[in-house]
């Protein structure tokens, strides 16, 4: 099983959809948890962290279930702009961080 | 200002050549952690530092290495590298504390012909 799974799309939707990306996680000792944006050809940008509690970062929501092993991450009011890979990130211990796949999300007119 | 700087951008190798790859931070962060990203897929660790301190992955190949002279720079040497190692290289740096969210270079797209 890999360690941070996502689905990896493409996710085709329209400017002013809410589009919504799943992740899980198998190391149960996880404690850090971030969203990455990664355009095609260039490196990783932090998106957001994403605390326990959830967070929210303009059209950006965040949520995190530790009991299910789960992160989401939610985009309301989809731009063009947000046509990218989205990565999910967890910490593997020893101050390693894992990557998944990643989800392609692709944003029409 | 780039906080991560990689070089070089591009890089053709032949097989079985040497090649290095360079990584320099200005953030002064412990961590620096050594990608390799293939098209479509994961960014894979292939080992990290923690300050001097060097962590191999166990799947990483024998033919890659790594040095951290000081806090600043960070290199990855393919002693031989084949057809399977072309990949985009990433070079990223994070701290120990808090929210260790890690900042990445603009990579080097390496191509082995």
């Known amino acids: 099983r890999k360690e941070v799974e996502q689905d990896p799309g493409p996710f085709n939707v329209p400017e002013g959809a809410t589009v919504a990306f799943n992740c899980t996680y198998s190391?149960?000792?996880?404690?850090?948890f971030f969203w990455y944006r990664q355009d095609c050809r260039k490196e990783p940008k932090l998106l957001m962290s994403?605390?326990?509690s959830g967070n929210e970062d303009g059209r950006f929501t965040a949520q995190l279930n530790r009991a299910s092993q789960y992160i989401s991450l939610l985009i309301r009011d989809s731009k063009l702009s947000d046509s990218a890979t989205y990565l999910c990130?967890?910490?593997?211990?020893?101050?390693?961080?894992?990557f998944g796949a990643g989800t392609r999300l692709a944003v029409h007119p | 200002d780039a906080m991560v700087i990689q070089n070089p951008r591009y890089q053709v190798t032949q097989f079985g050549k040497p090649v290095t790859l360079s990584c320099s931070q200005t953030?002064?962060?412990?961590?620096m952690y050594w990608y390799q990203q293939k098209s479509s897929q994961a960014p894979k660790l292939l080992f990290h530092?923690?300050?001097?301190?060097?962590?191999n992955e166990a799947d990483t190949p024998d033919n890659f290495q790594s040095r951290r002279p000081n806090t600043s720079f960070c290199f990855l040497d393919i002693r031989s590298p084949g057809l399977g190692d072309t990949a985009m290289y990433l070079c990223?740096?994070?701290?120990?504390?808090?929210?260790?969210?890690?900042?990445f270079g603009q990579g080097t797209r390496l191509t082995v012909v």
């Open positions: 990130v967890c910490d593997g211990g020893y101050n390693k961080l894992i």
């Open positions: 990223a740096t994070g701290q120990t504390t808090g929210a260790t969210e890690a900042f």
């Open positions: 190391n149960s000792a996880s404690q850090s």
């Open positions: 953030l002064n962060h412990n961590v």
């Open positions: 994403v605390y326990s």
């Open positions: 530092y923690y300050d001097k301190d060097f962590n």
